[in-house]
């Protein structure tokens, strides 16, 4: 069993949950982004749901095993939200959950709170504590992140959603042996939200753009030059635009749409992917609606991702490749500095069967 232990940090204070909290966590609860990653949280949610949280729900955590606290400002002692450390399975691990009152967000009380929990639990013995956050739920990711805790993978489907289905789960985790630095993403965040010459605009995909993209990539001319060379599936496509954020967030692959800076419209797409850390390079793939081909909208694009990369990124080589019959997309990357590196033969597959060779580009940091 856990201690009932009262845990100072800095600035906030984890501390039992008592009555007078009651009203705080009703209204904090009622949120619609708290009850969106926290299904099993009644919605809506009531006085009475959070007196028989606190006066039953609580206690039975901890007569469990594990432990509950109440998030609070060390000065006013009052409600931020709470923390909890459930109790450990069959494999002897504990997993740590938490949440924020809207209005606390934004100022490192929840990694706060997780860093100083997990310490806790280590000097109870523990070796290994784990945290699950919802693929779309990167508040919570950028908290793991922040905390020490190393990204893991994805359980598939691993907990139900609200009103029907299930959700991917990022798995996190720390090792009483880790150091706990923060851990950064090799990609950082677009300044602002986006990028912009004026003309178009770059901006990380999201599931409003499942519908132009997946128009976008039936046109015979885009998917062509796939890999495979086929028209994605469309959960494939609402995969993509989900998993856009936490793929960012890993420094696994920055996903972008490109628009129209004047009207917004979806014009296209481009990513940045087969990032290597260890070389400093990444590949850059895209495609453009037909409607908005032959305005420069691409070249645009590519120099925007491109100067980017190389002022926010650690980026010495961004490398592309084109089929060798697709003269367009050579055009594009003559225009936006990259030069001809190499031939790799009969590499990209066709859809009639037979292979393409695939020219390889290069763009150096200047």
């Known amino acids: ?70 998030i609070a400002d060390a000065a006013g002692g009052g409600w ?18 938490y949440h924020l009152a809207p209005w606390a967000r934004g100022r490192g009380v929840a990694s706060a709170a997780v860093r100083a929990v997990t310490e ?14 919802d693929v779309e739920n990167l508040p919570s990711q950028r908290v793991a992140m922040a905390a020490g805790y190393r990204r893991e993978g994805v359980l598939r489907d691993a907990r139900p959603r609200r009103g029907g289905g299930h959700a991917d789960m990022v ?3 720390r090792l009483a042996r880790d150091p706990g630095e923060p851990q950064r993403s090799y990609l950082p965040g677009l300044p602002g939200g986006s990028l912009t010459d004026g003309v178009v605009r770059l901006e990380p995909l999201t599931l409003d753009d499942v519908d132009p993209y997946q128009e976008m990539t039936s046109e015979p001319d885009s998917y062509i030059y796939m890999v495979p060379p086929q028209v994605p599936d469309r959960e494939e496509t609402v995969r993509r635009c989900r998993y856009t954020g936490t793929w960012w967030l890993s420094g ?24 290597v850390p260890p070389l400093d390079q990444a590949m850059i793939g895209y495609s453009l609606h037909s409607r908005f081909r032959g305005r420069g909208f691409m070249t645009r694009a590519v120099n925007l991702l491109a100067g980017w990369a190389y002022e926010a990124t650690p980026l010495y080589r961004l ?18 500095g990259f030069t001809r590196e190499a031939v790799i033969r009969a590499l990209l597959p066709a859809v009639d069967g037979s292979r393409h060779d695939d020219i390889q580009w290069v763009r150096l940091r200047d």
């Open 120 to 133: 806790w639990v280590f000097a109870q013995g523990a070796h290994r504590v784990e945290i699950l956050a």
């Open 252 to 275: 696994e692959r920055a996903e972008m749409s490109v628009r129209d800076a004047a009207t917004g419209a979806f014009a296209g797409h481009i990513q940045l992917m087969n990032v």
């Open 1 to 70: 069993m856990l201690p009932r232990d009262t845990i100072h940090a800095g600035p906030i204070v984890l501390r039992p949950p008592v009555e007078d909290d009651a009203e705080t966590i009703a209204r904090a609860c009622a949120d619609p982004e708290t009850a969106r990653f926290l299904p099993t949280l009644p919605f809506p949610y009531t006085l009475d749901d959070a007196l028989r949280y606190i006066t039953e729900g609580a206690a039975a955590i901890w007569n469990a095993g594990g432990a509950t606290f109440a």
């Open 80 to 97: 931020l939200g709470d923390i909890e450390v459930k109790p450990p399975g069959t494999r002897g691990v504990f997993e740590v959950g």
């Open 319 to 336: 490398v592309a490749g084109t089929a060798a019959v697709n003269t367009a997309s050579q055009r594009v990357l003559e225009r936006a």
């Open 171 to 173: 798995a996190f985790a």
